[in-house]
């Protein structure tokens, strides 16, 4: 049997699996660095706000808006309060590029994604993590959103996610393909769940998503996203 005979649903992410996302937020953190510079170096503003992050996460979860947020409580801490009101509106001006990201496809996903649409052997949905209005509005600007028959946006990616998905499409793990960037957050809990993965690194890792590579007999690792097609011809 092919990997192709036994899936039914083929998920994707989003950031950095259909689009860029990471380098635009490097290069934001980049700015933050810059307009701080009164207050500290590169690397311990980059630090404090990483730990920032990871404090705010339980409150604001991913994406731009969380993001900015962080940044913002950044400026403020690095600066001791001294930050002046202009460059708290600049870090606000730095961060609103975030959400209105134009979200161009990577190569090889408009051609894999009309192939597997027009193909219709498969149910083809989003799913990925971050904040719901951000997220609807990249797909849209994407241009992929008529590849898609359903689109799903949650706070995290996590094993129990996984099985609210394969709920949500009736399907069961066995029958599920996720296909995404990150072996913290797309892979790992899916294959967890019983389900399969196809991971299609990206060259940017934010450090929270970064885990030790490994190797899994459902996990299949491809250079670009056009090979997924090859990857569901892979015998079982």
């Known amino acids: 049997m092919k990997l192709k005979e036994q899936i039914k ?15 635009f937020f490097r290069q934001v953190e980049a700015e933050m660095c810059d307009i701080l510079a009164p207050y500290g170096d590169k690397a311990s503003i980059s630090s404090q706000l990483y730990e920032i992050e990871m404090n705010n996460m339980p409150d604001y979860g991913y994406g731009a808006v969380a993001f900015t ?30 959400v209105r990201l134009k979200a161009t496809p990577l190569a090889g996903v408009v051609e894999t994604l009309q192939t597997l649409h027009n ?28 590849f898609f028959d359903k689109v799903f946006i949650v706070c995290d990616k996590q094993e129990d996610d996984y099985r609210r998905l ?8 066995e029958h599920l393909l996720m296909v995404g960037n990150s072996l913290k957050s797309d892979i790992l ?16 890792m934010w450090q929270h998503e970064i885990i030790d590579a490994f190797v899994h007999p ?9 090979e997924l097609l090859s990857a569901l011809e892979k015998e079982l």
């Open 9 to 23: 649903v083929i998920a994707f992410d989003a950031d950095d699996t259909l689009w860029d996302n990471e380098p």
């Open 69 to 98: 947020m962080s940044l913002i409580e950044n400026a403020v801490k690095a600066s001791r309060g001294a930050v002046p009101a202009n460059d708290i509106g600049r870090i606000i001006e730095a961060g609103r590029k975030l």
């Open 119 to 146: 193909a219709g052997n498969y149910k083809l949905v989003v799913f990925t993590k971050g904040e719901l209005l951000t997220q609807e509005n990249k797909l849209k600007r994407s241009g992929l959103l008529p």
């Open 166 to 173: 394969c709920r949500e499409v009736e399907v069961a793990p």
């Open 189 to 204: 809990p899916a294959l967890n769940v019983g389900a399969w993965a196809v991971h299609v690194p990206y060259e940017i």
């Open 218 to 226: 459902r996990m299949q690792q491809v250079a670009t996203f056009a």
